[in-house]
């Protein structure tokens, strides 16, 4: 009888634990999507209460920790238990680091809010912004729904997201080649770029830690990487440096550099 109550009082408070996530998972959600607006709206204000919504987020992760750490402490759970404990702690972490993440894009929002990106950017990075928070939501789906087929799925995906983000570095690239003036907006969408792509990351960790809870094994495939940016170079053209001689001495401007390798050599549609 009273290895019975033990039982239910594990079971109630590993409940408790996971709603703690769900619903971290659901602020990180949020704040990610908040961020968003404000970066597609240049919306200073709504970038500043993103930044301030960060902090809930981070209490509640300790309050997880804490939680976590006095359940393993109290009721010593093994095999499945304790994987589930465990897992909870590590979703945790991730999430936590979503949040910052999406803070960091909020932040670029206050620097860009008096500059105008041209369409094709503000359009890549829209598209960037929407794939990744349907990871973010379909992690969260999985582990409330214990769906280790749908982990899988979300998993994969994160291919996707690194290949949108390929096709932003090399567009933001190209665009400061073109025109310099344009380095500083650039440089900030870049940064604003590589910060969606690295919560990516952090919701494949999060499909991991749920396929391994609901499965009790580790996903056995290779994990999905589309992100070539480590491959991507400004392209070089051998007859720049004669125009750029003849340009010095007629007193004309300097050539820029007509694309990004890989991105071929049509100039981006800036209207």
């Known amino acids: 009888m009273a290895h019975e109550h033990i039982v239910k009082a594990f079971d109630r408070e590993l409940k408790e634990l996971e709603s703690d996530i769900i619903r971290m998972g ?18 200073a204000e709504l970038a500043e209460e993103t930044i301030i919504k960060d902090r809930e ?9 804490e939680r976590a750490i006095q359940l393993i402490a109290r009721r ?23 949040g910052d993440l ?32 349907a990871q973010v939501r379909g992690a969260l789906e999985a582990y409330e729904k214990k769906d280790a087929a749908l982990a899988l799925q979300v998993w994969r995906e994160d291919e996707d997201v690194d290949e949108a983000y390929s096709s932003m570095f090399r567009e933001l690239l190209t665009y400061m080649m073109e025109d310099p003036r344009l380095i500083g907006l650039c440089t900030h969408l870049l940064f604003g770029a590589r910060n969606l792509e690295r919560i990516g990351d952090h919701v494949t960790n999060v499909c991991e830690s749920v396929y391994y809870v609901v499965t009790g094994e580790r996903i056995e495939e290779r994990r999905p990487k589309g992100d070539a940016t480590s491959r991507i170079l400004p392209s070089y053209h051998p007859d720049d440096d004669e125009e750029d001689e003849e340009d010095a001495a007629s007193g004309k401007p300097s050539a820029t550099p007509r694309s990004a390798a890989g991105g071929g050599d049509e100039k981006p549609d800036a209207s």
């Open 76 to 98: 010593q759970p093994l095999a499945n238990d304790l994987r589930a404990v465990v897992a909870a702690l590590r979703i945790a972490n991730e999430l936590e680091r979503i």
């Open 57 to 65: 987020v981070d209490q509640l992760q300790h309050q997880i920790e």
């Open 102 to 133: 999406s803070k960091n894009i909020a932040r670029r929002v206050i620097t860009l809010a008096q500059e105008k990106p041209p369409k094709p950017l503000k359009k890549g990075l829209k598209r960037m912004g929407k794939l990744v928070l």
């Open 26 to 43: 659901h602020l990180a959600a949020d704040e990610l999507e908040s961020a968003l607006i404000a970066l597609r709206k240049r919306n």
